[in-house]
């Protein structure tokens, strides 16, 4: 295929970022569109947060720092590991990345051989896939429940081959809000115990953006014995509001720690250092807002729950935690819209959706499982209630 490599070929652009861009082409030609397509919350960063950041740069802690980190961020993930998943690990064990995606990048590239496969359950975070394809290694799916958007012990046991290098774990999760409890949780990690060459990667971004009385857990802290074997990942871009700072970390075993902080070395070197001040500020500072904001997340969240289940032929469970809500349009499919398109597939759905009504939404097949869609609750309430009033009426058209 000419210049331009053939790994890329295998690679998918965001469809997320597909969908953004089309709602904003409509937006610049007139058209009143609600976008419910956002991965970041809407919330500001927090002002003692903004203020370590501006006192890095008055000292000017403006030059390179450690490759994969300042000790100080270290110390701090590791008393942040400590203090809310009892986990331990020495700042030898910690990374530091522009952003929970170099993070996870950076541990593929940096075990991944031709052939290795990474088992990832659907629905998933748009970019495993592609990260594993880009890495060389290839994508293997553990489907879950569609009501559930969760994985069983059995299906992940049945997926495991001698090949599998990785079993990604993201709960919370995007694209469905689906947490696993700390019982689900364990039976999964007993099936990893009877399989020692198997990994994990547990990317736990949205860990602090929990409601009503889900508990978080992660792997490692459920089953110790697959400490040596779990990278156990987390950022400071959902909790803090600070999507934009770049800043993702992992703790895990010192060799794999190595290995990652060489490949930065070789590509893009520190995160940026006033961002890593800033992530000190976020980890060791109060952690008062979060409470709050999840107060007005989990109302958005009953809001939009609720006036889905009330359009005709969607079905929405009640995800434990992210911004994300997954609602099901099987019911819909083959129905005819005012215009005459037949809706085949959730892809269908979201573009005609955007068509009458100027509301962007997800396809559920960017995320593996469908028909769904994915709707980001981070965005106000006022536009919420509207797009979702907008939704019921496109529903309610369709025969
Ligand atoms: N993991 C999940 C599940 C996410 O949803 C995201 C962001 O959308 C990331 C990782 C990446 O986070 P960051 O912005 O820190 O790179």
Redesign the pocket.
Known sequence: MGFIADALSRVKPSA?IAVTNKARELRAAGRDVIGLGA??PDFDTPENIKQAAIQAISEGKTKYTAVDGIPELKQAICEKFKRDNSLTYETSQITV????????YNALVATINPGDEVLIPTPY?V??PDMVLLAGGEPVFVHADPKTFKITPEALDKAITPKTKWFIF?SP???SGAGYTRDELKALTDVLLKHPHVWIMT?D??EHLVYDDYEFTTPAQVEPQLYERTLT?N????AYS??GW???YAGGPQNLIKAMAKIQSQSTSNPCSISQWAAVEALNGTQEFIAPNNETFKGRRDLVVSMLNQAAGLECPVPEG?FYVFPSCAALMGKTTPSGKVLETDTDFASELLEAEGVAVVPGSAFGLGPNFRVSYATSTEALTKACERIQRFCASLK
Do not use: F, H
């Not at 950022?235 to 959902?238: D, Q, W």
């Open positions: 997320t991965g970041e990345g522009t952003g929970g995606k170099q993070v996870l975070w970019s495993y993201n999760s995007n694209p990317d971004m949205y990942c950022g400071v871009s959902k600070m999507t770049r800043i993702g992210a």
